[in-house]
Protein backbone atom coordinates (compact mmCIF):
# COMPACT_ATOMS: atom_id res chain seq x y z
CA UNK A 1 0.00 0.00 0.00
CA UNK A 2 3.04 2.36 0.65
CA UNK A 3 3.89 1.91 -2.95
CA UNK A 4 0.50 2.92 -4.53
CA UNK A 5 1.04 6.16 -2.37
CA UNK A 6 4.34 6.47 -3.87
CA UNK A 7 3.19 6.22 -7.29
CA UNK A 8 0.31 8.83 -6.20
CA UNK A 9 2.81 11.33 -5.60
CA UNK A 10 5.27 10.26 -9.13
CA UNK A 11 1.83 11.51 -11.05
CA UNK A 12 1.83 14.29 -9.58
CA UNK A 13 5.09 15.12 -10.02
CA UNK A 14 3.87 15.22 -13.52
CA UNK A 15 1.71 17.48 -13.14
CA UNK A 16 3.19 20.00 -12.37
CA UNK A 17 5.98 19.38 -14.69
CA UNK A 18 3.28 19.96 -17.40
CA UNK A 19 1.98 22.81 -15.47
CA UNK A 20 5.42 24.64 -15.70
CA UNK A 21 5.55 24.19 -19.25
CA UNK A 22 2.36 25.35 -19.80
CA UNK A 23 3.07 28.43 -17.86
CA UNK A 24 6.91 28.95 -19.72
CA UNK A 25 5.13 29.06 -22.96
CA UNK A 26 1.81 31.22 -21.85
CA UNK A 27 4.41 33.80 -20.74
CA UNK A 28 6.40 33.72 -24.34
CA UNK A 29 2.99 34.00 -26.20
CA UNK A 30 1.92 36.55 -24.42
CA UNK A 31 5.26 38.72 -24.71
CA UNK A 32 5.10 38.33 -28.51
CA UNK A 33 1.37 39.39 -28.51
CA UNK A 34 2.26 42.53 -27.25
CA UNK A 35 5.35 42.81 -28.91
CA UNK A 36 2.65 43.12 -32.20
CA UNK A 37 0.29 44.90 -30.83
CA UNK A 38 3.35 47.60 -30.04
CA UNK A 39 4.44 47.05 -33.47
CA UNK A 40 0.96 48.39 -34.89
CA UNK A 41 1.05 51.00 -32.79
CA UNK A 42 3.93 52.69 -33.87
CA UNK A 43 2.75 52.17 -37.18
CA UNK A 44 -0.38 53.95 -36.67
CA UNK A 45 1.13 56.64 -34.78
CA UNK A 46 3.08 57.56 -37.46
CA UNK A 47 1.12 57.46 -40.67
CA UNK A 48 -2.03 58.32 -39.97
CA UNK A 49 -3.33 58.88 -43.63
CA UNK A 50 -6.50 56.63 -44.14
CA UNK A 51 -4.94 55.17 -46.80
CA UNK A 52 -1.64 54.01 -44.61
CA UNK A 53 -4.23 52.73 -42.08
CA UNK A 54 -6.23 50.68 -44.77
CA UNK A 55 -2.35 49.08 -45.41
CA UNK A 56 -2.46 47.90 -42.25
CA UNK A 57 -5.38 46.23 -41.57
CA UNK A 58 -4.28 42.89 -42.48
CA UNK A 59 -1.47 43.50 -40.09
CA UNK A 60 -3.91 44.26 -37.66
CA UNK A 61 -6.02 41.28 -38.51
CA UNK A 62 -3.72 39.16 -38.48
CA UNK A 63 -2.42 40.20 -34.39
CA UNK A 64 -6.08 40.16 -33.97
CA UNK A 65 -6.34 36.25 -34.92
CA UNK A 66 -2.98 35.19 -32.15
CA UNK A 67 -4.70 37.58 -29.23
CA UNK A 68 -8.50 35.39 -29.89
CA UNK A 69 -6.41 32.13 -29.71
CA UNK A 70 -4.18 33.18 -27.19
CA UNK A 71 -7.68 34.03 -25.15
CA UNK A 72 -8.78 30.90 -25.85
CA UNK A 73 -6.45 28.92 -24.78
CA UNK A 74 -6.46 30.58 -22.00
CA UNK A 75 -10.17 29.98 -21.32
CA UNK A 76 -9.39 26.36 -21.94
CA UNK A 77 -6.45 26.29 -19.51
CA UNK A 78 -8.72 27.72 -16.60
CA UNK A 79 -11.16 25.31 -17.35
CA UNK A 80 -8.63 22.16 -17.00
CA UNK A 81 -7.42 23.77 -13.54
CA UNK A 82 -11.07 24.04 -12.66
CA UNK A 83 -11.49 20.56 -13.08
CA UNK A 84 -8.25 19.61 -11.56
CA UNK A 85 -9.75 21.09 -8.11
CA UNK A 86 -12.85 19.72 -8.51
CA UNK A 87 -11.83 16.05 -8.67
CA UNK A 88 -9.23 16.58 -5.51
CA UNK A 89 -11.95 18.80 -3.84
CA UNK A 90 -14.43 16.17 -4.00
CA UNK A 91 -12.49 13.34 -3.38
CA UNK A 92 -11.67 15.11 -0.38
CA UNK A 93 -14.36 15.33 1.14
CA UNK A 94 -15.51 11.99 0.63
CA UNK A 95 -12.55 10.37 2.36
CA UNK A 96 -13.18 13.15 5.14
CA UNK A 97 -16.81 12.04 5.77
CA UNK A 98 -15.66 7.99 5.63
CA UNK A 99 -12.99 8.68 8.24
CA UNK A 100 -15.52 10.44 10.37
CA UNK A 101 -17.80 7.78 10.46
CA UNK A 102 -16.28 4.73 10.25
CA UNK A 103 -12.82 5.37 11.94
CA UNK A 104 -12.98 6.16 15.10
CA UNK A 105 -9.33 7.29 15.50
CA UNK A 106 -8.11 10.30 17.03
CA UNK A 107 -5.10 10.64 15.31
CA UNK A 108 -6.55 10.61 12.35
CA UNK A 109 -9.48 13.22 12.97
CA UNK A 110 -6.90 15.44 14.25
CA UNK A 111 -5.82 15.49 10.73
CA UNK A 112 -8.43 16.57 8.80
CA UNK A 113 -9.40 19.92 7.49
CA UNK A 114 -11.93 20.23 5.74
CA UNK A 115 -13.08 23.77 6.13
CA UNK A 116 -9.66 25.39 4.90
CA UNK A 117 -9.99 24.71 1.43
CA UNK A 118 -12.58 26.76 -0.94
CA UNK A 119 -15.65 25.20 -1.20
CA UNK A 120 -15.97 24.32 -4.91
CA UNK A 121 -18.49 25.11 -7.08
CA UNK A 122 -20.27 23.18 -10.29
CA UNK A 123 -21.84 26.65 -11.51
CA UNK A 124 -18.25 28.21 -11.79
CA UNK A 125 -16.07 26.07 -14.08
CA UNK A 126 -13.92 28.96 -15.05
CA UNK A 127 -13.01 30.02 -11.43
CA UNK A 128 -9.25 30.33 -11.34
CA UNK A 129 -8.07 28.13 -8.16
CA UNK A 130 -4.53 28.80 -7.46
CA UNK A 131 -2.14 25.99 -7.81
CA UNK A 132 -1.01 26.12 -4.20
CA UNK A 133 -4.20 25.13 -3.00
CA UNK A 134 -4.12 22.35 -5.63
CA UNK A 135 -0.98 21.17 -4.72
CA UNK A 136 -1.80 21.30 -0.59
CA UNK A 137 -4.65 20.05 -1.20
CA UNK A 138 -3.32 16.69 -2.43
CA UNK A 139 -0.64 16.38 -0.34
CA UNK A 140 -3.81 16.32 2.39
CA UNK A 141 -5.64 13.50 0.57
CA UNK A 142 -1.84 11.92 0.91
CA UNK A 143 -1.55 12.09 4.39
CA UNK A 144 -4.86 10.55 4.76
CA UNK A 145 -3.97 7.84 3.06
CA UNK A 146 -1.11 6.77 4.65
CA UNK A 147 -2.72 7.56 8.10
CA UNK A 148 -5.67 4.89 7.28
CA UNK A 149 -2.52 2.82 6.02
CA UNK A 150 -1.22 2.80 9.55
CA UNK A 151 -4.76 2.13 11.14
CA UNK A 152 -4.64 -1.19 8.67
CA UNK A 153 -1.78 -2.40 10.33
CA UNK A 154 -2.25 -1.72 13.91
CA UNK A 155 -5.90 -3.45 13.29
CA UNK A 156 -4.31 -5.98 11.45
CA UNK A 157 -2.05 -6.71 14.74
CA UNK A 158 -4.71 -6.80 16.93
CA UNK A 159 -6.33 -9.09 14.87
CA UNK A 160 -3.40 -11.51 15.48
CA UNK A 161 -3.69 -10.90 18.58
CA UNK A 162 -7.08 -11.58 19.37
CA UNK A 163 -7.16 -15.10 16.59
CA UNK A 164 -4.04 -16.47 19.55
CA UNK A 165 -6.55 -15.62 22.58
CA UNK A 166 -9.23 -17.34 20.34
CA UNK A 167 -6.73 -20.32 19.92
CA UNK A 168 -6.11 -20.78 23.52
CA UNK A 169 -10.09 -21.40 23.86
CA UNK A 170 -12.32 -18.42 24.51
CA UNK A 171 -15.62 -17.86 23.06
CA UNK A 172 -14.88 -14.57 21.22
CA UNK A 173 -15.39 -16.07 17.71
CA UNK A 174 -18.34 -14.27 16.64
CA UNK A 175 -16.29 -11.18 17.87
CA UNK A 176 -13.21 -12.21 15.97
CA UNK A 177 -15.32 -12.59 12.88
CA UNK A 178 -16.43 -9.09 12.95
CA UNK A 179 -13.44 -6.80 13.60
CA UNK A 180 -11.65 -8.72 10.24
CA UNK A 181 -14.83 -8.00 8.42
CA UNK A 182 -14.23 -4.35 9.75
CA UNK A 183 -10.65 -4.28 8.71
CA UNK A 184 -11.14 -5.91 5.75
CA UNK A 185 -13.71 -3.66 4.84
CA UNK A 186 -11.36 -0.56 5.54
CA UNK A 187 -8.73 -2.22 3.48
CA UNK A 188 -11.24 -2.72 0.32
CA UNK A 189 -12.35 1.20 0.84
CA UNK A 190 -8.80 2.63 0.50
CA UNK A 191 -7.97 0.53 -1.99
CA UNK A 192 -10.92 2.16 -4.18
CA UNK A 193 -10.18 5.40 -2.97
CA UNK A 194 -6.24 4.92 -4.53
CA UNK A 195 -8.46 3.67 -7.44
CA UNK A 196 -10.14 7.04 -7.98
CA UNK A 197 -6.49 8.77 -7.21
CA UNK A 198 -5.10 7.19 -10.03
CA UNK A 199 -7.61 7.70 -12.24
CA UNK A 200 -7.80 11.44 -11.88
CA UNK A 201 -4.28 12.65 -12.01
CA UNK A 202 -3.49 9.99 -15.44
CA UNK A 203 -6.02 12.09 -16.68
CA UNK A 204 -5.47 15.05 -15.62
CA UNK A 205 -1.60 14.07 -17.23
CA UNK A 206 -2.96 13.17 -20.20
CA UNK A 207 -5.34 16.30 -20.65
CA UNK A 208 -2.38 18.39 -19.77
CA UNK A 209 0.22 16.91 -22.53
CA UNK A 210 -2.38 17.45 -24.94
CA UNK A 211 -2.91 20.79 -24.23
CA UNK A 212 0.63 21.33 -24.20
CA UNK A 213 0.67 20.08 -27.70
CA UNK A 214 -1.53 22.75 -28.38
CA UNK A 215 0.32 25.45 -26.85
CA UNK A 216 3.31 24.36 -28.70
CA UNK A 217 1.65 24.02 -32.16
CA UNK A 218 0.29 27.85 -31.72
CA UNK A 219 3.95 28.72 -30.90
CA UNK A 220 5.48 26.95 -34.04
CA UNK A 221 2.87 28.53 -35.98
CA UNK A 222 3.70 32.37 -34.84
CA UNK A 223 7.38 31.52 -34.67
CA UNK A 224 7.18 30.25 -38.62
CA UNK A 225 5.02 33.24 -39.75
CA UNK A 226 7.08 36.43 -37.63
CA UNK A 227 10.67 36.41 -37.56
CA UNK A 228 10.82 37.26 -33.79
CA UNK A 229 14.36 38.35 -32.06
CA UNK A 230 15.56 35.40 -31.07
CA UNK A 231 18.33 36.68 -28.44
CA UNK A 232 15.53 37.67 -26.24
CA UNK A 233 13.23 34.59 -26.25
CA UNK A 234 14.14 30.86 -26.96
CA UNK A 235 13.85 29.51 -30.64
CA UNK A 236 12.81 26.04 -28.98
CA UNK A 237 10.26 24.67 -26.44
CA UNK A 238 10.23 20.54 -26.32
CA UNK A 239 7.04 19.11 -27.29
CA UNK A 240 5.45 16.92 -24.53
CA UNK A 241 4.42 14.00 -26.21
CA UNK A 242 1.24 12.25 -24.88
CA UNK A 243 2.46 8.79 -24.52
CA UNK A 244 -0.82 6.93 -23.81
CA UNK A 245 -1.98 8.06 -27.43
CA UNK A 246 1.37 7.01 -28.90
CA UNK A 247 1.13 3.44 -27.33
CA UNK A 248 -2.03 3.60 -28.72
CA UNK A 249 -1.20 4.17 -32.39
CA UNK A 250 1.51 1.55 -32.23
CA UNK A 251 -0.59 -0.69 -30.88
CA UNK A 252 -3.19 0.28 -33.82
CA UNK A 253 -0.43 0.22 -36.46
CA UNK A 254 0.76 -3.24 -35.41
CA UNK A 255 -2.79 -4.35 -35.67
CA UNK A 256 -3.00 -2.96 -38.65
CA UNK A 257 0.67 -4.71 -40.04
CA UNK A 258 -1.37 -7.94 -38.69
CA UNK A 259 -4.70 -7.46 -40.22
CA UNK A 260 -2.64 -6.96 -43.84
CA UNK A 261 -0.55 -9.61 -43.15
CA UNK A 262 -3.16 -11.92 -42.31
CA UNK A 263 -5.45 -10.81 -45.64
CA UNK A 264 -1.79 -11.22 -47.69
CA UNK A 265 -1.67 -14.63 -46.62
CA UNK A 266 -5.20 -15.84 -46.48
CA UNK A 267 -5.40 -14.13 -50.68
CA UNK A 268 -2.46 -16.05 -50.59
CA UNK A 269 -3.74 -19.56 -49.80
CA UNK A 270 -7.16 -18.72 -51.41
CA UNK A 271 -5.04 -17.85 -55.03
CA UNK A 272 -2.99 -21.32 -54.46
CA UNK A 273 -6.25 -23.22 -53.62
CA UNK A 274 -8.14 -21.50 -56.63
CA UNK A 275 -5.21 -22.43 -58.34
CA UNK A 276 -4.52 -26.28 -56.94
CA UNK A 277 -8.76 -26.55 -57.63
CA UNK A 278 -8.22 -25.15 -61.13
CA UNK A 279 -5.74 -27.34 -61.81
CA UNK A 280 -6.93 -30.25 -60.57
CA UNK A 281 -10.26 -29.25 -62.26
CA UNK A 282 -8.00 -28.94 -65.45
CA UNK A 283 -6.50 -32.44 -64.84
CA UNK A 284 -10.30 -34.34 -64.14
CA UNK A 285 -11.22 -32.59 -67.28
CA UNK A 286 -8.70 -33.78 -69.78
CA UNK A 287 -8.21 -37.15 -68.28
CA UNK A 288 -12.39 -36.96 -68.70
CA UNK A 289 -11.75 -35.75 -72.67
CA UNK A 290 -9.20 -38.72 -72.36
CA UNK A 291 -11.21 -41.19 -71.40
CA UNK A 292 -14.55 -39.67 -74.03
CA UNK A 293 -11.71 -40.15 -76.50
CA UNK A 294 -10.65 -43.57 -75.70
CA UNK A 295 -14.72 -44.44 -75.74
CA UNK A 296 -15.35 -42.55 -79.09
CA UNK A 297 -12.19 -44.46 -80.62
CA UNK A 298 -13.08 -47.98 -79.39
CA UNK A 299 -16.42 -47.40 -80.47
CA UNK A 300 -15.23 -46.27 -84.16
CA UNK A 301 -13.00 -49.62 -83.42
CA UNK A 302 -15.41 -51.52 -82.88
CA UNK A 303 -18.17 -50.25 -85.48
CA UNK A 304 -15.27 -51.01 -88.34
CA UNK A 305 -14.68 -54.58 -87.07
CA UNK A 306 -18.31 -54.70 -87.27
CA UNK A 307 -18.57 -53.58 -90.89
CA UNK A 308 -15.65 -55.68 -91.86
CA UNK A 309 -17.26 -58.66 -90.38
CA UNK A 310 -20.24 -57.68 -92.27
CA UNK A 311 -17.95 -57.47 -95.33
CA UNK A 312 -16.24 -60.56 -95.18
CA UNK A 313 -19.66 -62.11 -94.54
CA UNK A 314 -21.16 -60.63 -97.73
CA UNK A 315 -18.29 -61.40 -99.46
CA UNK A 316 -18.56 -64.74 -98.47
CA UNK A 317 -22.48 -65.40 -99.26
CA UNK A 318 -21.90 -64.12 -102.77
CA UNK A 319 -18.85 -66.88 -103.60
CA UNK A 320 -20.82 -69.47 -101.99
CA UNK A 321 -23.75 -68.32 -104.14
CA UNK A 322 -21.42 -68.07 -107.29
CA UNK A 323 -20.10 -71.25 -106.69
CA UNK A 324 -23.66 -73.25 -106.47
CA UNK A 325 -24.69 -71.49 -109.83
CA UNK A 326 -21.33 -72.53 -111.18
CA UNK A 327 -21.90 -76.28 -110.14
CA UNK A 328 -25.24 -76.19 -111.39
CA UNK A 329 -24.53 -74.62 -115.13
CA UNK A 330 -21.76 -78.19 -115.00
CA UNK A 331 -24.70 -80.36 -114.21
CA UNK A 332 -26.69 -78.86 -117.01
CA UNK A 333 -23.64 -78.97 -119.92
CA UNK A 334 -23.15 -83.16 -118.90
CA UNK A 335 -26.85 -83.16 -119.63
Known sequence: MESQISDLKTEFIMIINNRDTITKIFHILEGRIKKLKT??????????KQIFIFGLDSFRFQSKLM????????????????????????????LCSYINENIQE????????????????DLEPFKEYDFAVINELQNNIL?????????ISIKDRELVTYNKKLNIGLNIDNFVSTFNYDVNNTRE????????????????????????????????????????????????????????????????????????KTTDDKTTDDKNTDDKTTDDKT??????????????????????????????????????????????????KKK
Open 39 to 48: IYNEFISKNE
Open 67 to 94: DIEFIDMKRMYLAISNRIYCDYYKLYRI
Open 106 to 121: KTISEKLNIGTFPIYL
Open 143 to 151: ILFSSIVNY
Open 189 to 260: KFGLFVKYMHFFQRNHNKILGRFVNKLQAMYLQIDKDIDFDESVEPKFIPCIEDTNVVKEDVVNTNNENTDD
Open 283 to 332: TDDKTTNDETTDETTNETTDENIDNATDTDNTTTFFEKDNFISANKKRKK
